[in-house]
């Protein structure tokens, strides 16, 4: 029998309510949130993605939890005790951090036209080879220049607002997705909201702003201590 380990969280003592189904396996002050999970090797369809960020963001809603990729898995209760026992130190501290954060996302779409790139570059092994590269960052993440100087000027405008903030960018059909996380004061997130869009409504861009959320993006930390994925 194996568990999937959604959060962890400070040990709640009792399981707290508008969470069936989870159980919580603890070691001291902290604890594991789990549900158990079928033995097969399909990948997760959305009903079930869904069903696991619930969980974080039900939790998420009674203090600071530290999610974890969907795929961890431990064997049972010992296991997870371990899991918390190994990583005991640096999830003390990650949820003393996130205590009364939340995660904020902003996501604008821009057009091909935006793009940096020259239409035509010289044909040259040099040429084609800082071209193959620069392609393959924008595609791992990557911001361009201009992207980037966007970007800093959002988190200039917003910069007493967060404490963190994470980049990336990627390609959407034929334009760049480009994608800011912040960390947020819970108490500021009304103002946040109000700040970003009366920014980009003025700059006539099509955005998405999500959140809050769970720190999804401010958690890498706690990834090196984490049971073994599925699969």
Do not use: K
């Amino acid at each position: 029998m194996n568990y999937l380990v959604h959060c962890i969280l400070r040990n709640p003592g009792e399981p707290p309510a508008r969470n069936r189904g989870v159980a919580f396996f603890s070691s001291g002050d902290l604890a594991a949130a789990v549900t158990l999970h079928s033995s097969g090797s399909a990948p997760p369809d959305a009903t079930e993605l869904l069903r696991y960020e619930r969980v974080v963001s039900n939790l998420h809603g009674a203090g600071p939890v530290i999610p974890l990729r969907y795929g961890c898995l431990v064997e049972d209760e010992a296991a997870g005790m371990r899991l918390l026992e190994d990583g005991r130190a640096g999830y003390q501290a990650l949820l003393e951090r996130l205590e009364n954060w939340v995660e904020m996302g902003l996501r604008v779409l821009w057009d091909a036209a935006e793009d940096p790139r020259p239409a035509s570059m010289p044909v040259t092994p040099g040429a084609a080879y800082l071209a193959a590269a620069r392609r393959r960052c924008c595609r791992e993440g990557e911001l361009t220049r201009e992207e980037r100087e966007w970007a800093g000027g959002v988190c200039a405008v917003l910069s007493d607002l967060y404490c963190d903030e994470r980049r990336e960018a990627r390609r959407a059909g034929a334009g760049r997705l480009v994608s800011l996380y912040f960390l947020v004061p819970r108490q500021a997130v009304r103002r946040f909201r109000a700040r970003l869009r009366r920014m980009l409504s003025a700059q006539g861009r099509g955005f998405l702003l999500s959140g809050p959320w769970p720190p999804y993006n401010f958690v890498n930390g706690a990834e090196s201590h984490e049971a073994s994925p599925a699969g």
